[in-house]
């Protein structure tokens, strides 16, 4: 953004980062000394049951929540500071559009608030528009698309802004497994072609899988990252990798992690 | 909209509409039914042989002083007003109407940017909203009837010097205490309207209270404002008809039905005049604000989950 912009290649640094919640019945730790670092460019899932403190986490590196206790920074600044100057971009399980907007508006809304010039965001809204492939729906509104492409609407509306990171939370968790699978495609190439890192929620091994560079593995009571899985797939993610046994063997390997234990393969007994 | 639903939409937009004539003939065959099946002077219980006025009425009496044929009422409207050379009834009631409804225009317009007003500080300041939404909603318990001569004659003390304080401005303020509640409390749940994720958005572009205010907040209270609109509308011709009569203004539609109504033994029919007047009245209002809901269709999208 501006040149006094400290320039750090970490996306993400988070040290002994814990959460509590204050409850009636007293507190509640929802996260516990949380060690992650997320380099830029690269692309992370949180993954781990109800609970784990993966959504927290990622409320708490846009700032929507803060930490109670540890440090958090976002190339190199403090949440807040990376929030206001708009260093990343957010999408959440519902789409979020507001509904008396037309796909145009929903996707320059984070323009539009930041004064960018007319000229200038609507250039920009016909280029993601045509990332996410939706240039023949931007005069559409929200309740005439189908939950894909609404989501498709959230994705290219967090990319407005060119942040370098991109956070998700279950972007894709209501949606069904086809279109899914198609979107999980779509995000792999606009995270290259943007070079942005990601830090992406999901409850799912196969889709955590797919789209990482790395699977962090969390786990309840209280909330904390218990392993971190490399996938090392490199940089081509497509459907012939949906099929290999480098992916299966990851999708174990993070099933392993997740439960705790060793599982049990059925060619193995 | 594909033109298919709105073809279909312009069919369908009828079915209200026959189901509201429906309605009113009901009504216009059940007075008729009764008056012709009930007893003449009422059903009385409990009454003491000889003793006039004693036990009590359950059912209305049926002669044509206490209840006119419908269409009397209706012949009633196109006679002279008082006899003579005075213009038709329907004429004054219009005219009458006019005023009633401009007053009432007036106290609508103050009542919904007072309501604006209380309803933005009170979704900004959580603190106002507990102090104020109490005695906004004790406000609405003060009897009108009571109050309206109390703001008559303050006003009339406001400005003795200058320009004296006009009888309609009293009605329009009587009117728009009616007419800000709704509004005061529409606006505060509109405000709160947006769901978590459109705040969290809204955060994480670090977009500050005005900005949230304009993008966000006012057009999801759309949706709630309407109604609260529309009912204020109502509140306010009914504050400025109350008022009018509780003050003694002359000219307006309360006033009207007052002096007819005080006619009625002689001239049964004619309050039935004002009365449709002010029923018309009603729906004029409450129908003008509806116009506006028309040009705010786009905030009244839902989000379809699909």
């Known amino acids: ?269 | 909209m594909t033109s298919g639903r709105a073809q279909g939409g312009a069919a369908r937009r009828w079915v209200p509409v026959a189901w509201g004539a429906a309605g009113i003939v009901a009504v216009a065959l059940l007075w008729e039914l009764y008056k012709f099946v009930g007893p003449s002077e009422g059903v009385v219980i409990g009454q003491v042989e000889g003793e006039a006025g004693s036990g009590v009425l359950i059912l209305p009496r049926t002669h044509d002083r206490a209840m006119p044929h419908i269409w009397t009422m209706i012949g009633r409207l196109f006679e002279p007003t008082s006899g003579g050379s005075t213009p038709p009834l329907f004429v004054s009631v219009a005219q009458a109407a006019l005023l009633s409804l401009g007053i009432a225009a007036v106290g609508w317009l103050i009542g919904v940017a007072v309501g604006m007003l209380l309803g933005l500080v009170m979704q900004r300041w959580k603190l106002l909203e507990w102090g104020l939404l109490p005695w906004i909603v004790v406000s609405q318990i003060v009897p009108l009837i009571a109050f309206a001569p109390v703001v008559n004659a303050i006003g009339n003390q406001i400005d003795r010097g200058g320009t004296p304080w006009p009888q309609w401005l009293s009605v329009a303020v009587i009117a728009s205490y009616l007419a800000f509640f709704p509004v005061a409390v529409g606006v505060l749940r509109g405000l709160e309207a947006p769901d978590r994720i459109h705040l969290d958005l809204m955060r994480s572009y670090a977009a500050g209270y005005w900005p949230t205010l304009l993008r966000l907040r006012l057009p999801a209270s759309v949706p709630h404002l309407l109604p609260a609109l529309r009912l204020a509308a109502a509140n306010a011709v009914l504050g400025a008809v109350v008022a009018e009569v509780s003050i003694g203004m002359r000219g307006g539609i309360g006033r009207m039905l007052i002096q007819l109504a005080g006619q009625a033994s002689s001239d049964p029919a004619a309050p039935w005049g004002p009365m449709f007047g002010s029923i018309v009245l009603g729906l004029i209002a409450a129908g003008s604000v509806a116009l506006i809901g028309l040009g705010l269709k786009n905030y009244r999208r839902g989000e379809a989950t699909a």
Not at chain 1, 3 to 29: E, I, R, S
Not at chain 1, 42 to 55: H, N, T
Not at chain 1, 85 to 96: L, M, N
Not at chain 1, 203 to 215: G, Q
Request: proline share 5%; with cysteine.
């Open chain 1, 1 to 269: 953004m501006t040149a006094t912009t400290p320039t750090t290649d970490l996306a993400v640094q988070a040290t002994g980062v814990g959460k509590v919640f204050p409850t009636k019945a007293g507190d509640v730790a929802a996260l516990t000394e949380v060690e992650l670092e997320v380099k830029a460019g690269e692309f992370v899932s949180l993954i781990g049951p109800s609970g784990c403190g993966k959504s927290t986490l990622l409320r708490l590196i846009a700032d929507l929540d803060q930490a109670s206790s540890g440090e958090l920074t976002i190339f190199g600044k403090p949440a807040r500071r990376a929030r206001i100057d708009q260093d990343y971009g957010i999408a959440f399980q519902q789409a979020g559009l507001l509904p008396w907007r037309t796909v145009a508006a929903n996707i320059g809304l984070p323009l539009e608030l930041h004064k960018v010039g007319k000229a200038e965001r609507d250039a920009r809204v016909a280029e993601l528009a045509e990332l996410v492939g939706l240039t023949d729906f931007v005069d559409r509104y929200p309740d005439q698309l189908s939950g894909g492409m609404q989501q498709r609407v959230a994705i290219a509306r967090s990319l407005a802004a060119r942040p370098k990171l991109l956070l998700m939370d279950e972007p894709f968790g209501a949606l069904d497994e086809m279109t899914r699978e198609y979107l999980q495609g779509e995000l792999t190439r606009i995270a290259a072609e943007t070079g942005a890192a990601v830090v992406f929620v999901t409850h799912s091994i196969p889709e955590a899988v797919f789209l990482s560079d790395r699977v962090v593995v969390m786990s309840p009571r209280p909330g904390r990252i218990t392993d971190v899985i490399e996938t090392g797939l490199g940089e081509v993610r497509d459907e012939a990798l949906r099929e290999s046994p480098a992916y299966f063997e990851k999708v174990t390997a993070v099933r392993e992690a997740l439960h705790g234990t060793k599982v049990e393969r059925a060619n193995e007994r």
